[in-house]
């Protein structure tokens, strides 16, 4: 099929929810894809984060293959060894409590919230607050979205859920003021990847452990873009001055796969309890051998010692283009902000050079590559945007 007979099909049948690049992928390994033209690509975006390993990385193709003709599904009535396996690598990884499996990154902060309102009402809190951080992004559903205070403003989808309220990303004071004695959580990513890789600084970091343990309120990470080796190490707070009580994680930890995780400390691994909450596909068979395959790949002392180094040297290639004016954020999660000129421009132009990455807002270019992938492609990629930039 032509892209443009796609196109045409596309735009009759499918909700017009995306604005999508005018190109359709059909086969992917490693760090590139191929389109239904045999046009090769180096892709530095990964599916948003999701393709950490590198596209069909023979361990999950392997893994899902082998599961998939043996059992795909039960249902969460009933006991798979997959599910459980998961969620003890991520406790034992990480928060060491419990984990709440599930299909998606949203579901992931519907868990967290609901965990997080059932802790404050149980300290007596008949109105739970969760404040969270200007610029961020927890998702697409309603408790998701009503955390997220730049798109909770669209009067199409109001009302929003009650609960939330937002101070400023880099501003300390303002975060202590507002955490007080109706605050059930403050909740923040590490760094904001979907509003342009902004590295939340230290001190606030310090700030919201402070404010959530002189109120008694929980500290929730979302997670879920920073998580799995993409910063570097394999949770991004690992780098930070504290760590939370709740964490949420998913694009890459299902390998490719839709898989979400809520996990918790000690301390509030029993807050949610049996009909609390739930999920149908969760945890299945399929999707948490992938993830453990892609936990194999990724939780490697060596592969997140090359994360940093690339993360470097993708950073010092950056900077020295001169229609860059700033390169920010850790790891293989960096956001070059132009001088001037137009982030989506550039980018079309860099997909048509063979180089995947993704403009956010008016001056923002986005690169999220695969955690696999060496120095060569990391020049080859520099190499495309020197010959789009300048
Ligand atoms: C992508 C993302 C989400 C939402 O994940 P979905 O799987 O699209 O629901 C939430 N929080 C952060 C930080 C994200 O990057």
Redesign the pocket.
Known sequence: MKLAELQELESRWVMRTYARAPVEFVRGEGARLWDSEGKQYLDFLAG??VCSVGHCHPAVVEAVREQVGTLTHTSNLYLTQGGVQLAQRLSESSLGGRAFLCN??????ECAIKLIRKHAHERGIDEPEIVALEG??????MG?LSATPGLATNANFSPYLPGFRSVPRDDPDALHAAVGGSTAAVML?PI???TGVNVVPDEMIVAAREASEVSGALLLF?????GMGRTGSLWAYEQLPARPDVM?T??ALGGGL?V?ACVTSEATMGVLEPGDHGSTFAGGPLVATASLAAFEVIDDAELLRNVRGLGGRLCEGLESISAIAEVRGRGLMVGARLAGGDAKEAASRALAEGLIMNPIGADVLRFLPPLVIGENEVDEALEILRLVLD
């Open positions: 948003i984060s998606s990154g949203t579901e992931a902060n961020a992004f927890h998702g697409r559903t998701s990513e904001q990847g979907e979302d997670e879920i873009q920073t949420t998913a694009k839709p979400g």
